[in-house]
């Protein structure tokens, strides 16, 4: 069982369209931080998100944090091709330990 | 900056064989991690270090695998006897080690057993 889920696990949309992604979980996140990753390449941090209600901009990502803490959600805004890669949600476990959800993999066609 | 450096980038081997991967983190970073990530379970936590100390091997698949950190600037992860099911990319990340810090990964490894 995944602590933390993902939704869509895939998603292909064509270029000027706007997406939202999701990340849900059963547990309370402390904190809860957005990755994004390219083919060959490590994740990549695009926000740490740490309080209810929190909403973070990003250019054209906007990152919300659920008000009881156990959700999270990016949206794209004019998708470019760009934007293209795996996303992916993490919480913390204790102190140190992160743990990552399974991602979207997003696609975004000229 | 160089950021975290990880070798071999590709490793192909034979079942049966030893692998030694290895990672340098980010100069002045306490805290080591080694991920492993397919297709089927995602990026999962193997191992991780604090100031130089394994706090955490829960996630270590079983005992062929070991990881050691000799020093705050070299970590390795070997897997002995490899398995074709050890196929994966594993990933070194490292981080200051303050509570919102963010991972610093470096570009993997992508291991194939055959």
């Known amino acids: 069982t995944q602590l933390l889920e993902q939704s869509p696990q895939f998603l292909s949309i064509q270029e000027g369209e706007n997406l939202t992604v999701y990340c849900n979980s059963s547990?309370?996140?402390?904190?809860l931080q957005w990755y994004r990753q390219e083919p060959g390449e490590g994740p990549v941090l695009l926000v740490t998100?740490?309080?209810?209600?929190e909403v973070k901009k990003l250019k054209r990502l906007t990152f919300q944090f659920g008000d009881a803490r156990k959700d999270s959600s990016l949206h794209i805004t004019a998708a470019q091709p760009g934007d293209t890669g795996l996303y992916l949600c993490?919480?913390?476990?204790?102190?140190?330990?992160?743990?990552f959800g399974q991602g979207t993999r997003l696609t975004i066609n000229p | 900056d160089a950021g975290v450096i990880q070798s071999p980038r590709h490793e192909v081997t034979e079942m049966g064989q030893e692998v030694t991967l290895r990672c340098k983190p980010i100069?002045?970073?306490?805290?080591l991690f080694w991920y492993r990530q397919t297709m089927m379970r995602g990026l999962e936590l193997l191992i991780y270090?604090?100031?130089?100390?394994?706090?955490?091997d829960s996630g270590m698949p079983e005992d062929r695998f070991s990881a050691k950190m000799p020093n705050a600037s070299f970590s390795t992860l070997k897997i002995q006897p490899s398995e074709p099911r050890d196929s994966a990319v594993y990933f070194c990340?490292?981080?200051?080690?303050?509570?919102?810090?963010?991972?610093?990964f470096g570009n993997g490894t992508r291991l194939t057993v055959t």
């Open positions: 270090f604090n100031n130089n100390v394994p706090i955490d």
């Open positions: 998100v740490v309080t209810g209600g």
């Open positions: 100069s002045g970073h306490n805290s």
């Open positions: 547990s309370v996140f402390s904190s």
């Open positions: 993490a919480m913390k476990q204790g102190a140190q330990k992160l743990v």
């Open positions: 990340a490292s981080s200051p080690g303050q509570y919102y810090s963010p991972l610093h």
